[in-house]
């Protein structure tokens, strides 16, 4: 069966390459994929080695092989080696230490009418309620609470000093 994606290097690359491959300062990721194109040139030079001996020889997946062949044939030699670009952008949201104050201090209140005490659910609900965040979810609560070692059971229970019979 015939590869899907030949690389097939000219001249320039593959000196890009090699430079790149020599001892010095070169990302590990960066050498690996230099290393793999090298060995998958096609043109006139190369090996043209076969995925699976490339993949066995520099202990990583036919896989990645595959894929780092396509984005070099597709983008050009730049996009093969640097990381690709995040398709979905960061969170927006960045939860400070105001936040987190803001919300142990809403959890320190008394409890919404009809209830015995704060959910996280219920914390998460009326932080956005009271325009502390725009969005929150109830895991990020609960994780802020356990950053904090707040333990929302013990609000609101009296704490009974418990002394021994002589």
């Known amino acids: 069966m015939a ?14 390459l090699e430079r790149l491959t020599r001892p010095g300062k070169t990302e590990s990721r960066k050498y690996i994929h230099a290393r793999v194109l090298l060995l998958c040139n096609a043109g ?83 932080a956005v309620e009271l325009h502390l965040a725009p969005s929150v979810s109830h895991m990020t609560v609960q994780r802020i609470l356990k950053k904090t070692n707040f333990n929302l059971g013990s609000i609101g229970k009296s704490r009974r000093k418990r002394t021994r019979p002589v």
């Open 44 to 126: 006139a030079g190369g090996p043209a080695l076969h995925v699976a001996y490339v993949a066995e020889s520099l202990g990583i997946c036919s896989r990645t092989i595959e894929k780092l062949k396509k984005r070099f044939v597709e983008e050009g030699l730049n996009a093969a080696l640097e990381r690709k670009q995040r398709e979905k952008p960061p969170r927006e949201i960045q939860f400070d230490g105001a936040f987190a104050a803001e919300l142990i201090a809403l959890a320190c209140s008394p409890a919404p009418d009809g209830r015995a005490r704060w959910t996280v659910r219920l914390l998460a609900d009326k």
């Open 3 to 16: 590869p899907r994606y030949r690389v097939i290097l000219t001249d320039e690359e593959r000196q890009e």
